[in-house]
């Protein structure tokens, strides 16, 4: 039995490092080294591990417990316990803003959640509300006025921008652009091995018209000069979504969009930009969000030995009919749709489909968006929906639908998941199977 | 019966176009706007086909005979054809280049062959005489004393380089990039559904080293501003080949190297260059090297609904073993090597190499180029060769080998091959797999 005065003491690597969890006390020195959110542990020290996993609620996990016990040391004194119970921890996401009821929620906090498959296609801009929401923690409340945009590694000195400066000395420019999870289809991969990470269904995937200043503008005027400074890439400081201020959940007040990357690049409450010759040393670029084989396990994983996932690889998957549906056979018909993106600006060219599981295939009729501009070579940053009406096979009682995208690049997706696995369950992009009755 | 007035008489759509060939009188006056060239065939208008034939090798098929002879009007007079037989044909290939014996020849005139798979990647640079070859006519023999390089939509009207001034007046660069064949890996499509086009293995690519005069040096000097000309494509007006002066066959005096796109924009012996907004009309852009869904046949084939291959997607494949082959079961080891590469400068991060088929697999060790830096991001346009040496399953008296790559943007080859069959079987880049005996 220790006192807390005891646990406190121990806060550093020198002195160790204590923790309490549920009145029991642990020597988690040596896990330090290896806890997978870095030194940020070291918060923890002398203390009580429950408002940290509350505000980390990544460490709700049964396996995290488990290796909590290898270090437990002994109990803690019951006085010192009952004070630690009186402290009433606030829930830290309180304040997290009110969502739609009809998304499907993978986590609740920190909240992660998809539209529902069936309607994602139904509209080419995906209304802000449905659009798949993807955090880390609470949602921060920033506010607007004191909010300032520290840009750093600039020739002339680091800036600091107002929202008021963003919006008003930079051209308001705008892109429509298509943000998907690395994450997205996950569950196609855990249903043939278990992965870690969200179980993401086919629509961590949406699409919104962006506006904002160019980072290339804000760059020139901190003194780049223009040909250090590509404007291919369309990225944007973007401050609005679909015409209006930037929801909390997708990164009020200002957020970064890198059009065709995948979505952990698009920054959001984006606070400092670093300008810098060498890749940021952050764990989600250097520990994460990064593809392996499917012979990697975490017992031989190299985060070294890959790199971060920027472009995501071509993608496509059917929206409708749901998988388990039924179709009318009297109507002698189907109709398929979905949709297909590819990353790094690559524009989708071709979605094949298929309803015998990929053995013969038709071609889907592309639809890139009313009143949509056909976009420039490589920069071609928004989705396609696409759809098939196709006869129904005579006498056929079951379908097994299928689809497959083309890029620009022709580059192709992957016949099958098992060959993509990989222990993050990242990049699931094979093809997209649905099977339906005949009725 | 016809003379050759009568049939000389014919010459224009207007008066009808006859041919002759093998003393058969042809009308194929309704044939000229389907001809696959295009309007060149009013050459052969009035005369007789074979001397063109003899040019343009690729009519020496049964079925061409067959168009032909649907047309039939009627026999040349036995003494007309007895003077069109006397005038000597030279053979307009006699003045190709002597070639290595070793190449495995898919078409002697026009020359298309490959190196031998097994030593394709014994070097990262591929030595210029086993370097594919791919032609569509024999060889021009262009004497260098009076070229000219005519580059035309210039803002300060066209210009005529000579070989000096394009060796002389910019500095001159070096790339080392690998071009590859649409065509390359045609064979493993041929296998599944007869396609179109020469039956090329897996050694339809190589890798070279290219010196010469960057295109937008050249389009700096003409007037452009040098934001309107990016330097990221790394395009060379190339006139050296792995250190010397550029074989004849591969484009003497001068070819364009465009790094990362398909072998046919690497125009060899090119004349003329021009600047255009327009994508240009040609044969090989418009009417040729584009990929079709496996479900279009040349009967509903539509060139204008796909885009030209530029970039060509991710690609590996074993070099060694070779299909057939038996390795040592006492050695216990097993090495298996081969190359890979992807289109648009996309690096290639990893290869897995399977022993079962594809049901496990394993990374192989990568080989990028002794003395090459690295390529800067985006800018990858040389091969990378692999290398996995792995235990012999114990008991195996088989192996079915199987590569796959993958490149930055995480794309990945597709499993198999049919669902990406295509008529005219280009972008083959399913998983390469060879089976080999254990002895």
């Not at 029991?24 to 002398?46: N, Q």
């Not at 961590?204 to 590509?230: C, F, H, M, Q």
């Not at 065709?260 to 890749?279: D, F, P, Q």
């Not at 690049?409 to 098992?418: A, E, G, I, K, M």
Request: charged content about 20%; aromatic content about 8%.
């Amino acid at each position: 039995v220790f006192t807390q005065e005891e646990v406190t003491s121990h806060r550093s690597l020198e002195d160790g490092v204590w923790v309490t969890y549920r009145g029991g006390v642990y020597d988690i020195t040596e896990f330090v080294a290896v806890h997978p959110g870095g030194d940020k542990i070291l918060l923890a020290a002398g203390g009580a591990l429950e408002p940290f996993w509350s505000l980390y609620a990544v460490h709700n996990q049964e396996h995290v417990l488990e290796i909590l016990s290898e270090y437990k040391v002994g109990e803690l004194s019951a006085e010192d316990l009952k004070k630690q119970r009186s402290v009433q921890t606030a829930d830290p996401y309180s304040s997290d803003p009110v969502r739609h009821p009809g998304l499907r929620v993978n986590s609740l906090k920190p909240f992660n959640a998809e539209p529902p498959s069936e309607i994602l296609s139904d509209s080419y801009i995906t209304p802000s509300a449905i659009f798949f929401k993807r955090n880390h923690l609470p949602v921060p409340r920033v506010d607007p006025g004191s909010y300032r945009l520290q840009v750093e590694g600039l020739p002339g000195g680091a800036l600091a921008l107002t929202l008021e400066d963003l919006k008003t000395k930079f051209p308001k420019h705008t892109v429509t652009a298509t943000l998907q999870c690395a994450g997205n289809r996950r569950s196609e991969m855990n249903e043939v091995k278990q992965v870690k990470g969200l179980n993401w269904g086919i629509a961590a995937i949406s699409n919104a018209t962006w506006g904002g200043a160019k980072l290339r503008d804000v760059l020139l005027a901190a003194g780049y000069r223009p040909e250090a400074v590509s404007e291919d890439g369309d990225v944007l400081l973007a401050y609005e979504m679909n015409g209006e201020d930037l929801p909390a959940d997708h990164g009020y007040p200002l957020r970064v969009v890198v059009p065709g990357t995948v979505g952990a690049r698009n920054v959001k409450w984006v606070g400092r930009i670093t300008v810098s010759a060498e890749e940021s040393g952050s764990h989600w670029q250097q520990n994460d969000y990064k593809g392996f084989s499917p012979g990697t396990d975490w017992d031989t994983v190299d985060y070294k030995s890959a790199p971060a996932i920027q472009e995501l690889p071509v993608q496509s998957a059917i929206t409708s009919p749901a998988d388990g549906a039924a179709v009318e056979g009297s109507s002698q018909e189907v109709t398929v749709r979905g949709y297909a993106w590819s990353g790094g600006g690559r524009e989708v060219v071709r979605v094949d489909v298929s309803l015998d599981g990929g053995k013969t295939w038709q071609v889907a009729r592309l639809e890139g968006g009313q009143d949509q501009a056909p976009p420039p070579p490589g920069r071609a940053w928004a989705w396609k929906l696409w759809e098939l009406q196709a006869p129904l096979p005579p006498g056929a009682q079951e379908l097994e639908i299928v689809c497959k995208a083309v890029d620009s690049s022709y580059n192709v997706q992957p016949d099958s998941v098992l060959p993509i696995w990989n222990l993050r369950g990242v990049l699931s992009n094979a093809w997209h199977r649905v099977r339906v009755k005949v009725r």
